[in-house]
């Protein structure tokens, strides 16, 4: 009888998990550990406690269970426990910006023979989002697409769904409004293909957030509010602060955007307060510099550089060229209008030194990418051009100057899609 109970228990937690009732999930998965279950059991339950509080924003407690698992998986000498472990690891750290860490993880893990297949491709997804993370553009993309056609080769639409996501997030970031809402409604129309009863429906909210950003971007603030407001509302109901803060900033962002600075102010801080909590120094990041441009908006010009200095000292921290770029691009504006001509003249050096670094620079044109909306293209090699000055359709080959390779095929912003 015994025996039955201990077996019905992990059984319950799943299903509360899959119900998004992850709180009382994680207290049935630790009652579950409380029985002094095998090694093996004890080693599911660690991921699927890591799992849990992963999907609630509780960064730092998955990670505990992370290494938990990772010292099982030692004391075990299992090599598919190891890689599991690896993963997680890798997961947690990606979440807090922890990049270089989130690489090495998904390296190990890929080179562990036992590693699952359908693991694969969710490590390939991992790798790709910490390259973003670190502004490794042409490492991510490539990332991106072994993820995208393994999902392909496993029928896993979970993965077409995360990977057109974040490739969304990706375009959108280096202002191709278009690509970035081609991606994201890609996604949006897979994820609304799934089953309300099916468990991956959690990741509407996250694909509609991601679709509201460059809706945002191109003033549809209707179908932004929409997008966020659902998404708000859904991830309150489940606990998903990750979702949620960044409803806030996209909220704020519009009401700063329509002039309304004083409701963009608190929204902004209740939103760093809580990517503060989750560790989220990327998230930090965009509130900060949101905050500074409402300062700016508000007259305060030594307010909004002291923001942005402290967004850019986190970009540095984390090593996200990009975000770095951004802040310099805003404190080499917020100098000059102050007229501090120097501190203004050094920004835009580290400004171009940057752009150089990330190869924002289009290898036909030579003109910087980003400076306004406008299409990108992305060779075979993961270098990204500016859309017109790609080739026409009918050619099947284009040289990149930037990595000197020769030749290379083209892929358009639709061959990915497979």
């Given at each position: ?69 990772m010292e099982q998986a030692n004391q075990s000498n299992d090599n598919s426990m190891k890689s599991e472990a690896f993963f997680h690891l890798a997961l947690c750290n990606e979440l807090i910006g922890e990049f270089s860490k989130s690489i090495s993880f998904c390296r190990n893990s890929l080179q562990i023979d ?305």
């Open positions: 009888m015994g025996q039955k109970i201990a077996k019905k228990e992990p059984e319950r937690g799943t299903r509360l998990y899959d119900e998004q009732r992850f709180e009382e999930a994680i207290e049935e998965f630790k009652l579950c550990l409380t029985r002094k279950p095998k090694s093996s059991e004890e080693f599911l339950l660690y991921g699927q406690i890591c799992r849990c509080y992963l999907d609630i924003g509780k960064t730092g407690e998955a990670l505990d269970f992370a290494n938990k698992q036992e590693t699952q297949n359908h693991l694969k491709a969710y490590l390939y997804l991992c790798l790709g989002n910490s390259y973003v993370g670190l502004s490794e553009f042409p490492k991510a993309w490539k990332s991106y697409y072994t993820a995208l056609s393994r999902a392909h080769t496993n029928g896993d639409k979970l993965i077409e769904i995360l990977v057109n996501t974040r490739l969304g997030i990706l375009f959108t970031s280096l202002n191709d409004y278009d690509g970035g809402i081609d991606y994201c409604s890609k996604a949006w129309d897979l994820v609304n293909d799934i089953k309300e009863s099916d468990p991956n429906i959690k990741y509407r909210r996250l694909v509609g957030v991601s679709l509201a950003v460059p809706y945002r971007k191109t003033g549809r603030y209707k179908d932004c509010t929409d997008l966020c407001e659902d998404a708000m509302k859904v991830a309150m109901l489940y606990g998903d602060t990750v979702v949620q803060v960044r409803c806030m900033v996209l909220f704020a962002d519009i009401h700063r955007r329509r002039g309304d600075n004083e409701r963009a102010l608190p929204r902004y801080e209740s939103a760093l307060s809580l990517m503060e909590r989750i560790g989220d120094r990327v998230g930090q990041v965009d509130a900060l510099l949101g905050m500074s441009k409402t300062h700016t908006n508000l007259l305060k010009p030594q307010k909004a550089i002291e923001l942005a200095l402290k967004a850019l000292e986190i970009a540095q921290k984390v090593g996200n060229k990009l975000q770095m770029l951004r802040c310099h691009s805003s404190l080499k504006s917020l100098y000059f209008d102050t007229r501090e001509s120097t501190l203004s003249s050094r920004h835009h050096t580290l400004l171009k030194q940057l752009a150089e670094e990330t190869d924002l620079y289009c290898g036909t044109c030579d003109e910087m990418m980003g400076q306004q909306p406008e299409r990108l293209s992305v060779l075979i090699c993961g270098h990204f051009i500016h859309g017109r000055c790609s080739s026409s359709k009918s050619e099947s080959r284009q040289f990149c100057s930037i990595c000197k390779k020769r030749p290379v095929t083209n892929l358009s912003s639709t061959a990915i899609d497979g």
